[in-house]
């Protein structure tokens, strides 16, 4: 039995061919199960009962169970725990914004990464996600939405996703490009490439694979810290892949000009990484990358004493980014009431 949201649009095309069914089939169960939300084939009396036997046979439909949905009373964020068909658990969050509604989804249980200042990144990584799982946060995301019209957004339908929750994508760079495929094709979920963010530490081969596997990706870099010693110490994937190492590869496959902007995040923690000196090093080292720059006060998670600086400090340090030209924004975490903050997903097994 094979997940039928593992599969990419041209799996199923190979398998329906390979059952000698027509392929137009394959169209058919991908706009069931992603425009519509009705997986099930035998839901769709317009298809034939070879195929829907054949699939019964050869498919399972496992989405996660969702089994909590945690609602903030401030900005109207859904935080979805979820639990997968080993009974592991993760979490994936629905954002409604004033123009559009974004995803927040998982890439894998736990995360290899460890960085200091993140909750998630203190459970080690568990297992990766596959294809299915991450398809199947959007899916089940679309799915309550229909389910509460009442909940107040612009959006009946996730627009935007955001590879920010837990994991780092990059550690598991096939699922991610199965799931990139099956977001973005207009027969399944549809949404454009430029709508999707694949953020990561600064995983430089994962870059490579994923990159050469979907060239237009939007990519997303933590950055944190542009003292390679300190970045280190807050991040360790800093000392396998330099930031100074990433930085200079990103410009060559996102020269300035080149439309594809990175997205860097900087999340900022009171007297590590919040000098104006250290927003002067930033934008020495961007120069000639096509990027932008989020700045995201540090939700801060027990134990750590780490704290966000004042609001003074964050618009000084943007000031210094502004005044050279540079796009950047202050990005405030959604769900901080909810627990579903940058950094906050962590789950007990
Ligand atoms: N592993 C990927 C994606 C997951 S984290 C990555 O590192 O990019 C998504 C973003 O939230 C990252 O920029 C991460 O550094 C940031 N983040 C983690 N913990 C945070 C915290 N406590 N406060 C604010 N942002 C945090």
């Not at 998630?120 to 990584?125: D, E």
Request: include cysteine; charge should be positive.
């Amino acid at each position: 039995m094979r997940s039928f949201y593992d599969q990419p649009l041209t799996s199923l095309e190979r398998y329906c061919a390979g059952a000698r069914l027509p392929q137009i089939h394959a169209r058919n169960l991908f706009r069931n199960a992603y425009k519509a939300l009705r997986a099930d084939p035998e839901q769709d009396e317009r298809l034939p009962r070879a195929l829907t036997a054949a699939f019964a046979r050869d498919f399972s439909l496992p989405l996660p169970r969702v089994v909590e949905a945690h609602r903030s009373a401030y900005d109207h964020s859904v935080k979805l725990l979820l639990e997968l068909s080993d009974g592991l658990r993760v979490e994936s969050v629905i954002m409604p914004e004033s123009q559009r509604l974004t995803l927040c989804i998982s890439s894998q249980v736990g995360c290899a990464q460890a960085c200091v200042f993140c909750h998630t990144g203190r459970m080690g990584l568990t297992r990766n996600l596959t294809a299915g799982e991450i398809v199947g946060q959007v899916v089940l995301a679309d799915l309550w939405l229909a389910a509460h019209p009442d909940w107040p957004s612009v959006e009946r339908r996730v627009g935007n996703v955001v590879f920010m929750g837990m994991g780092e994508p990059l550690d598991n760079v096939d699922a991610v490009a199965d799931a990139l495929s099956i977001l973005t094709d207009p027969y399944g979920l549809a949404l454009g490439l430029r709508r999707i963010s694949v953020s990561t530490a600064g995983h430089l081969e994962g870059i490579e694979r994923l990159v050469a596997l979907v060239p237009n990706v939007r990519l997303a870099l933590s950055v944190h810290s542009v003292d390679e010693q300190k970045r280190s110490k807050i991040m360790p994937i800093n000392r396998r892949w330099p930031l100074a190492s990433v930085i200079s590869r990103l410009k060559e496959l996102r020269p300035e000009g080149n439309g594809i902007p990175v997205m860097l995040q900087y999340t900022m923690i009171k007297g590590v990484n919040d000098s104006v000196e250290e927003a002067a090093r930033l934008v020495e080292l961007m120069r000639g990358l096509e990027a932008k720059v989020n700045l995201i006060p540090l939700n801060p998670i027990d134990p750590t004493r780490l704290v966000a600086p004042s609001p003074e400090t964050i618009q000084a340090f943007r000031d210094v980014l502004h005044a050279a030209g540079v796009r950047v924004m202050v990005r405030y975490s959604k769900g901080q009431d909810i627990a579903a903050a940058c950094g906050q997903l962590v789950v007990r097994a």
